[in-house]
């Protein structure tokens, strides 16, 4: 019995220096804290490191088209890096050439946020609201076409064209 108890008790030690081991190597190697994002030379917001740039403007109310989630499939969400952004990324090769990456495009959804950064997005960005609706009616027209009724929130109105999103 006292064999037994003894195992676990120098596994558990075991264990336990090496979590501190890695802890301790995590806390000098991986770089924390937060950075500037410069947006269009006006605006400046501070967000951690670590995450992506698409979700970094979410925080920060700049809503980004990407039609994916995220996902970097479709190429919706393009913004133009010009400092912090690092090398563009294979995954972003197939919706962005040579050329538009020479300029500075990159996928929001793809560029990771190590430090600080200075970006363009377009204009009309700046104008984009996220509500939480209520759906009154989903319906397939055909194959590709959904009609989608949504209850807007009190007070709140759309300027929509068709084909617009």
């Not at 990407?66 to 400092?83: I, P």
Request: charged share 20%; aromatic share 8%.
């Amino acid at each position: 019995m006292i064999e037994i108890l003894l195992g676990v008790g120098v596994f558990t030690g075991f264990v336990l220096i090496l979590v501190v081991f890695i802890l301790s190597a995590r806390s000098k190697l991986v770089a924390s804290g937060n950075v500037t994002i410069t947006i269009n030379d006006k605006k400046h917001i501070e967000t951690p490191i670590g995450g992506k740039l698409l979700g970094a403007l979410g925080d920060a109310k700049i809503f980004i088209s990407s039609a994916c989630g995220g996902g970097g499939t479709c190429g919706v969400c393009r913004v133009k890096v010009f400092e912090g952004g690092g090398v563009i990324l294979p995954t972003e090769t197939s919706h962005i050439n040579k050329r538009e990456a020479r300029e500075g495009y990159r996928l929001s959804c793809q560029v990771a946020v190590k430090q600080d950064m200075k970006i363009e997005v377009p204009d009309e960005v700046f104008g984009v609201k996220k509500w939480e609706c209520t759906v009154r009616s989903n319906h397939n027209v055909a194959t590709f076409i959904k009609e989608l009724v949504l209850e807007l929130p009190q007070d709140e109105y759309v300027d929509f064209r068709a084909g617009g999103y």
